[in-house]
């Protein structure tokens, strides 16, 4: 039995909460009707997303914040449930040239957020930062990266591709970005984004650290890597840059998605 504290405990009630299996984090989800409860160890990133979801509110569709406790050193964050289903879902899955068109408008959504007013940096300074803590910590799971990223004619470790990352870092076209944009952190309803989760690395930064995950999303997701996943021939994540009108920057595609596997 998970710990919720009383003041949680009051809103939501005695109602049975189903549990989410998607998520990647350390993190228990709890989901009731209306509400979810996420509970991890309390960290710089759980205290960024409860802010990040208050700054957020009026300006992109985010769940709201109900409640957040800490205790015992973990966080407890009850929101509203957003509508719809996730970008990974089978029936929006089903259809890969449509979920692409979502997907690139969600990015668009989010680039149109003012960033003058924007508390949250998460630019390359920091991120870079926070990688060295990671490395520097040996948190980093090198059993999850990319297979092409590790190994013989490759990266030897996250120490070495953290040397890399700092001296071959590309300029910078801040945006506001999701900072995790990937398939399961988007909400879709009736073939249009109805929100966005996960935000605890949102903050401003370039416009390649979201098209990149987004990429690497769909290609994994595609390419049946998750559990129910097949892989759809002939589906090209590429359509993503037709669907955005842009010219991809491979490189920064490649330095972004590199960036993330320190995390
Ligand atoms: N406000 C919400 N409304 C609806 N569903 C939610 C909400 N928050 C979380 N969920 C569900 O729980 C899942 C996990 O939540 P979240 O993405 O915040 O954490 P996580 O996936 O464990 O973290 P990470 O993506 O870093 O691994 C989501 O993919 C979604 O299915
Ligand atoms: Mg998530």
């Given at each position: 039995m998970i710990y919720i504290p009383q003041k949680i405990k009051?809103?939501?009630?005695?109602?049975?909460?189903?549990t989410d299996s998607v998520g990647m984090s350390r993190a228990r989800v709890l989901l009731y009707e209306k509400m979810v409860l996420k509970v991890e160890e309390e960290s710089?990133?759980?205290?960024?997303?409860?802010?990040?979801?208050?700054?957020?509110?009026?300006?992109?569709?985010?769940?709201?914040?109900?409640?957040?406790?800490?205790?015992?050193?973990?966080?407890?964050?009850?929101?509203?449930?957003?509508?719809?289903?996730?970008?990974?879902?089978?029936?929006?899955?089903?259809?890969?040239?449509?979920?692409?068109?979502?997907?690139?408008?969600g990015l668009e959504m989010l680039w149109q957020v003012q960033t003058q007013d924007c508390p949250f940096d998460s630019g390359l300074d920091r991120k870079l930062e926070m990688a060295r803590y990671q490395v520097e910590h040996d948190l980093v799971d090198v059993d999850d990266a990319e297979p092409d990223t590790f190994g013989e004619g490759r990266f030897r470790d996250p120490r070495e591709l953290l040397a890399w990352l700092e001296q071959n870092r590309p300029e910078?076209?801040?945006?506001?970005?999701?900072?995790?944009?990937?398939?399961p952190n988007i909400f879709v309803e009736d073939g249009r984004i109805s929100g966005f989760i996960d935000l605890g690395k949102a903050g401003i930064a370039d416009r390649y650290q979201d098209i990149a995950l987004c990429y690497r999303s769909l290609e994994h997701n595609y390419r049946g890597k998750y559990r129910g996943g097949?892989?759809?021939?002939?589906?090209?994540?590429?359509?993503?840059?037709?669907?955005?009108?842009?010219?991809?920057?491979?490189?920064?595609?490649?330095?972004?998605?590199?960036l993330d596997e320190l995390f």
């Open positions: 009051s809103i939501v009630g005695g109602q049975k909460p189903g710089e990133e759980t205290v960024h997303e409860a802010q990040a979801l208050g700054w957020l509110q009026g300006r992109l569709p985010v769940p709201k914040v109900i409640c957040h406790e800490s205790h015992e050193k973990m966080s407890y964050l009850l929101m509203s449930r957003l509508p719809g289903t996730m970008a990974c879902d089978k029936l929006l899955m089903g259809d890969p040239e449509r979920l692409t068109a979502i997907l690139a408008r910078e076209d801040p945006v506001f970005s999701h900072g995790d944009y990937c398939l097949k892989d759809v021939g002939g589906f090209c994540p590429d359509r993503l840059f037709a669907h955005l009108g842009i010219e991809p920057d491979r490189e920064k595609i490649r330095y972004y998605i590199l």
